[in-house]
């Protein structure tokens, strides 16, 4: 006599659950996959300045984001905004804003170098003057250098476009530049 298996009479039950159990699995492993992972933002960093100044009817407000993107561990290029406001009582009031370009490089991990193309508006009004304002761009152009620790850098800069219209006092600067 014929020993019955369990699965002779059942082969369409055998058939499902096979089919189930392969379409769990590929499931599972089609979920399970990785996601590729935006590169672009990864090398992105976010950084820039806030100022205030207050003095005996002095006001100095600044504002000045920026952003650089990695092209590796020794270069990054960036763009950075900048707002401020001036005014002096009983002197002027002013407002510049505009945009800059940012070139960094690092030769060693703890030296930066840089170089950065400014574009500002400027707008001033002078209080008893006959010409009550004065609209107009200013360019500079700073290359730099500084010591890097982590995210910050501490160092110098230089306007190489300064002359007597510029609007910064001097055309040597120091500076200190963050990046998250």
């Known amino acids: 006599m014929k020993k019955k298996s369990f699965l002779n009479g059942y082969p369409s039950l055998l058939a499902i659950i096979t089919l189930f159990f392969t379409t769990i699995t590929i499931a599972q492993q089609t979920n399970m996959a990785p996601q590729p992972e935006n590169q672009f933002w990864r090398n992105v960093q976010f950084g820039g300045g806030l100022g205030l100044g207050f003095g005996s009817g002095y006001t100095d407000i600044s504002i000045a984001p920026s952003a650089i993107y990695n092209l590796n561990e020794y270069a990054a290029l960036g763009l950075g905004l900048q707002y401020k406001y001036l005014k002096q009582k009983n002197y002027y009031a002013s407002h510049f804003y505009g945009g800059s370009i940012i070139g960094l490089l690092n030769p060693i991990r703890q030296i930066q170098l840089s170089a950065e193309l400014e574009q ?10 006959n010409s009550n304002s004065q609209d107009y761009w200013n360019t500079a ?13 501490i160092g110098a800069r230089y306007n190489v476009l300064d002359d007597k219209n510029s609007i910064y006092g001097s055309a040597f600067m120091p500076f200190v530049r963050v990046y998250f």
């Open 141 to 153: 152009l700073f290359v730099g250098a500084g010591y890097r620790s982590g995210n910050a850098t």
């Open 120 to 129: 500002l508006r400027v707008n001033v009004n002078l209080v008893g003057s």
